[in-house]
């Protein structure tokens, strides 16, 4: 299987690392170091597949020598950060050709997010180490690259405060993000070769949680396991040469522990799954019990009945089905238009007076405000008391009494039927529940007996044969003694 591998570390000046050896060693190349005065020469290395340089667009040509001495000389401090380096593992199961689009590839995505250039080196593994370790080495440059020179640090070289300040996530989470744009090139390569390999960034727990969510059970079991001790190069040398490591005991322990704890899991999980089953089994006799005492209550309605009398029966049903299920929010409607109560008349008779009486104060009062804006000049002697009201006015304004009087007397009335309705509001709401019930059962009935019809047909054939018999065991019985003759 491809094994996921893409870690990342920063090259500090503070440890005495050089950028420019650090670019030597990987492509097996010979640079001379500006800064130092001294020239690393690793062309006689072996194992270096295939060494490029990816810049960014825009950057114009840069060459190897140039581009580490400039990101040398960019840095001031003693401490500064002079290269990143992503280090990732190449899947065994892809041909040469594939690998080295892939790290290619990669180093592009890497130079168009952060501006920076990438020096890309292919390595195969050591003659020493595991035949399967192909792998690949990517430094860039913790500084933007222009054809100008070097720029801005890059973003995912900024302090947390910085990048919170511009609205970007922490450094931790840049570089997970990197992690995954590494399995998606990974996948994706594997997908164009039509290998069933996949790769997964994330963590073995949430892999495994994953897994859980799913019921793969034996992935899940498979993801659980502790991480294995790394070994190195010397100590692999030493086991193939039959010499017993304390690293490699503690190696073969993990790898033991580890098949201890699937074969368990695997286990647990075929204990849960007869579990599951078990309890299916059991929801299955109970939904089957269920449905026998539903069909027993069903048939009950039929017991005794001739076929015109179930065919009653089920018209009845069919009937209530048919009707809308009344809400209990809705008894008030109810009561208003109960024509066999006579609080529901009275209520029903008010508000219709209530409403003409309405439009006779409306009325009144409009002819009152009419009355004074044809005499503008009266009207303004009556406001100021100095003349009493003219009988025309005096008539309008009486009418107007009235109407208001009237009005208020029909709103008295309305408000003590209100009140009427209050104790029986709970006789309205009981009836519509019972009702909304019956049509509820009705509709229950129905759908039972439509999806069991041979069933019913049993039971109708059978009751329906039960009380023609009935009926001529009591003719038989009053022929006998004397009820009837022919």
């Not at 990438?118 to 690949?136: K, Q, T, Y």
């Not at 933007?144 to 302090?159: F, M, P």
């Not at 003409?356 to 005499?375: F, N, P």
């Not at 709103?411 to 529940?433: D, I």
Request: proline share 3%; with cysteine; aromatic share 6%.
């Amino acid at each position: 299987m491809a094994i996921y591998h893409c870690v990342t570390k920063p090259l500090s000046r503070s440890t005495g690392r050089s950028a420019v050896a650090a670019a030597a060693y990987r492509a097996g190349a010979c640079l001379c170091d500006e800064r130092q005065g001294l020239q690393h020469d690793y062309t006689r290395r072996s194992g270096v597949l295939h060494a490029e340089l990816v810049l960014p667009q825009g950057a114009g040509p840069w060459s190897r020598d140039a581009l580490w001495n400039a990101a040398e000389k960019a840095e001031k401090q003693k401490n500064s950060r002079t290269a990143r380096e992503w280090e990732v593992a190449l899947p065994t199961e892809l041909p040469a050709e594939a690998r080295q689009e892939l790290a290619v590839r990669f180093a592009h995505g890497l130079a168009a997010r952060y501006g920076c250039a990438v020096d890309v080196a292919l390595h195969e593994p050591d003659r020493e180490g595991n035949h399967r370790n192909w792998h690949a080495h990517l430094l860039a440059t913790t500084r933007q690259v222009t054809a100008q020179g070097l720029g801005e640090k890059c973003a995912i070289e900024w302090a947390d405060s910085k990048r919170l300040s511009q609205g970007l996530a922490p450094a931790r989470m840049e570089i997970e993000t990197v992690r995954q744009m590494w399995a998606e090139e990974v996948n994706r390569q594997l997908q164009e070769a039509q290998r069933p390999e996949r790769v997964d960034h994330r963590s073995l727990a949430a892999q495994r949680k994953e897994a859980l969510q799913n019921g793969d059970l034996e992935k899940a079991a498979e993801l659980d396991r502790a991480p294995q001790v790394k070994l190195g190069w010397k100590v692999v040398q030493m086991e193939r040469r039959g010499t017993v490591t304390d690293r490699g005991d503690q190696l073969r322990a993990v790898q033991a522990e580890n098949l201890q704890r699937q074969a368990l899991l695997l286990d647990i999980g075929k204990m849960r799954a007869e579990l599951a089953k078990r309890q299916e089994a059991a929801a299955l006799r109970l939904r089957q019990a269920e449905l026998k005492k539903t069909l027993e209550r069903v048939e009950q309605a039929f017991q005794g009945k001739s076929r015109s009398g179930q065919e009653a029966i089920l018209n009845r049903w069919q009937y209530l089905a048919s009707q809308k299920i009344p809400e209990v929010e809705n008894a008030r409607a109810i009561w208003e238009q109960d024509t066999t109560d006579p609080d529901a008349n009275a209520w029903r008779e008010t508000r219709r007076t209530i409403e003409w009486e309405t439009q006779q104060v409306d009325q009144s009062a409009q002819a009152v405000a009419g009355w004074h804006k044809a005499h503008p000049v009266k009207s303004l002697i009556l406001r100021t008391g100095l003349l009493k009201p003219p009988g025309p006015l005096q008539q309008l304004e009486q009418r107007y009494g009235h109407a208001v009087r009237f009005l208020k007397g029909s709103q008295r009335r309305l408000q003590q039927l209100e009140q009427v309705w209050s104790k029986k509001e709970l006789v309205y709401q009981q009836q519509l529940e019972r009702e909304g019930g019956e049509i509820q059962e009705a509709r229950r009935n129905l759908q039972i007996v439509a999806q069991n019809p041979e069933h019913f047909q049993q039971v109708w054939e059978r009751e329906d044969q039960s009380f023609r018999q009935e009926r001529q065991r009591n003719r038989d019985r009053d022929r006998d003694r004397g009820g009837w003759s022919r």
